[in-house]
């Protein structure tokens, strides 16, 4: 099945300690991308890579690294999450950088608190 | 900046009734806009319209592009409690080439 694939589903951490939540996608897709999502500002992008060792900065990207050395994976790292991090993680991906003919597929999301 | 506003932010409707959802954008050169419907969790892809395909109809959605308004329009007929969701609208520019710019949303519940 053609999926994006994220875990955890559901993170509770404390201030300060580092944390990976990873994002991988079985479609060959080119394009990957992470999003937070928090009420009442929507969808923002963190980051987005256009393919293997392609990298660079969404809206809001402070706070969080990302790497893309092998095609299919795209993990989101928070070297010191802290209390403003807490929200609702995406992973999305794309044949290529938008449009693609369906938009992206997205994962099924991380919740994260950070206490 | 891209811009993507919505309305109304949120409705509650009765089983049977039509709603319609807005949408207005601010885009440079813009190229698409999607509309995706999230439940529990993950968005899930219903529409894409572009400057040559500016209606789409699947079943009892349906959504229109005005370019001229810079605005769309998601309509469901005879809602159902299945409806019940945050729809969401997103726009991409040839300047953001990178990403989709998401509207806040419109939450619908549709009750018996």
């Known amino acids: 099945e053609a999926q994006v694939t994220q875990n955890p589903r559901y993170l509770i951490t404390v201030t300060g300690k580092k944390l990976t939540v990873t994002c991988s996608q079985n479609?060959?897709?080119?394009?990957m991308s992470w999003y937070r999502q928090d009420p009442g500002l929507g969808l923002r992008q963190i980051y987005y890579s256009m393919n293997v060792e392609v990298t660079d900065k969404g809206d809001v990207p402070e706070g969080y690294k990302v790497s893309r050395k092998e095609k299919r994976n795209f993990p989101l790292i928070l070297e010191s999450p802290s209390p403003n991090q807490t929200s609702l993680y995406f992973c999305?991906?794309?044949?290529?950088?938008?449009?693609?003919?369906?938009?992206?597929?997205f994962g099924s999301g991380t919740r994260l608190t950070v206490v | 900046e891209d811009k993507v506003v919505q309305s109304p932010l949120s409705l509650v409707v009765h089983e049977g009734d039509t709603v319609t959802l807005n949408c207005s954008y601010e885009?440079?050169?813009?190229?698409?806009l999607l509309w995706y419907k999230q439940e529990k969790k993950a968005p899930t892809f219903l529409f894409m319209l572009t400057s040559s395909g500016i209606e789409k109809k699947s079943g009892r959605l349906s959504s229109i592009l005005d370019k001229k308004e810079l605005s769309s329009i998601l309509n469901i007929t005879a809602t159902q409690t299945g409806d019940s969701a945050i729809y969401l609208c997103a726009v991409v520019g040839t300047g953001t080439a990178s990403k989709l710019t998401f509207g806040t949303g419109t939450r619908l519940q549709v009750t018996l």
């Open positions: 885009v440079t050169n813009f190229r698409s």
């Open positions: 479609m060959n897709h080119e394009y």
């Open positions: 999305a991906s794309s044949l290529r950088g938008p449009p693609a003919p369906y938009g992206y597929t």
